[in-house]
């Protein structure tokens, strides 16, 4: 059974930096061999992409987070981050980290909450 651990939300004033974090354990492979996301849902919107690695390290963005977030992995230590800066208030939702294995099964953490708000 996949579980994740996520960490690092929370509440910060605008313009303010966060960097969440997902450890990961209980998968069949390699941690090396998925692809990891970062999702985000906020309120009245549908859940959607923010950011993507595979497993050779190229990246992907949402154009928000385009030049303020960094989606990054450790191999070694299992786990996925995702730095954020110059939060904005419309970024205030819950952030979900996701594993994708190659066959497209797919797993997704419980979500943690950022919240920007002076």
């Known amino acids: 059974q996949v579980q994740f651990v996520e960490s690092g939300g929370g509440l910060v004033q605008p313009g303010g930096s966060l960097r969440l974090s997902c450890a990961v354990s209980g998968y069949r492979f390699s941690f090396s061999a998925y692809n990891l996301d970062w999702y985000r849902q906020v309120p009245g919107n549908q859940r959607e992409l923010v950011a993507k690695i595979n497993p050779r390290g190229d990246t992907d963005y949402a154009d928000f987070a385009k030049e303020r977030f960094t989606i990054s992995r450790d191999n070694a230590k299992r786990t996925m981050y995702l730095p954020m800066d110059s939060l904005k208030p419309e970024d205030t939702g819950v952030y979900y980290c996701?594993?994708?294995?190659?066959?497209?099964?797919?797993?997704w953490g419980e979500g943690t909450q950022v919240t920007v708000h002076s």
């Open positions: 996701r594993l994708e294995a190659m066959d497209g099964l797919d797993w």
